[in-house]
């Protein structure tokens, strides 16, 4: 029979094991400001990013329209996140991971995951609309670096700018404060989509003057209903929001998901 304070030593212990406290997690890094008044106007001297940002999102994924309450996470890359909840429940729906390279969307209804290139192919097959991770940054941001409107041969002429990536030609009509009210995308000619800004909010920052940034954004293509539409409540420049997207890892909790069936999904380059 052992002695009575060895077995009460034995709880001791294990009360002690059970109630220790895991470590806190790695804190945020400290928020960017960009206080360089050249970030107020359309032509900023990098990108503003990060962000962080909360607000309601509608887009089309394989055909479907999905709707839903919207997490936003932007890093230098650039490399977005986009989660969308349901507006009841707030049950995470799809989440997309995409950077220059490669483009992950998991499905958390179904437990499937797309993963392949992030070329205008694969866009178009499963949002019906071709628009690069530079220009989804334009969309959120409202901005356009000073490198790629240079390197585009751009043109700035009052309320009218202009500048070529590619095969595209982007032209915008500014408005407020300098920024885009409208942003036609053109290749050969023909319009490829039109987004409207249709209203800028005040967003804080850490130091400096707030930043004026979108709102309200639609993107349309061949005149009908509006393929990407964006309302931001809330959205915080120069916020990291834990780990860089990466598009070629899953998640944690989202290693069992099988692979979607769409087999002509080009893959990511290597």
């Not at 989509?193 to 639609?218: D, I, S, T």
């Amino acid at each position: 029979m052992r002695p009575a304070w060895t077995a009460w030593g034995q709880l001791l212990a294990l009360a002690v094991t059970a109630c220790t406290v895991a470590p806190p997690p790695a804190p945020e890094p400290p928020p960017v400001s960009f206080t360089d008044p050249g970030y107020q106007g359309f032509l900023t001297p990098a990108p503003l990013l990060p962000l962080r940002a909360e607000g309601a999102v509608q887009f089309f994924f394989r055909g479907e329209r999905e709707t839903g309450e919207l997490i936003l996470q932007g890093a230098p890359g650039p490399a977005f996140r986009l989660q969308l909840q349901a507006r009841m429940t707030g049950a995470l729906v799809l989440e997309l991971d995409f950077d220059a390279q490669g483009l992950l969307v998991l499905d958390y209804a179904g437990e499937r995951y797309y993963r392949g290139g992030n070329t205008a192919e694969n866009r178009e097959r499963l949002f019906s609309l071709d628009l690069t991770p530079e220009e989804f940054q334009t969309l959120v941001t409202g901005r356009v670096t000073r490198a790629v409107f240079q390197d585009g041969v751009g043109r700035l002429e009052g309320e009218r700018a202009a500048y070529r990536a590619g095969a595209d030609d982007h032209r915008f009509l500014l408005g407020e404060g300098g920024l885009p009210r409208e942003w036609v995308k053109e290749r050969q000619g023909r319009p490829v989509f039109r987004v409207e800004f249709r209203e800028y909010q005040e967003a804080p920052q850490a130091a400096g003057p707030p930043l004026l940034l979108p709102r309200k954004v639609r993107l349309y293509r061949d005149g009908g209903e509006a393929l990407l539409v964006l309302g931001f409540h809330r959205i915080f420049p120069g916020r990291n929001s834990g780990t860089r997207p990466d598009p070629a890892l899953l998640p944690d909790g989202t290693t069992g998901f099988a692979p979607g069936r769409f087999s002509d999904l080009v893959p990511a380059p290597r």
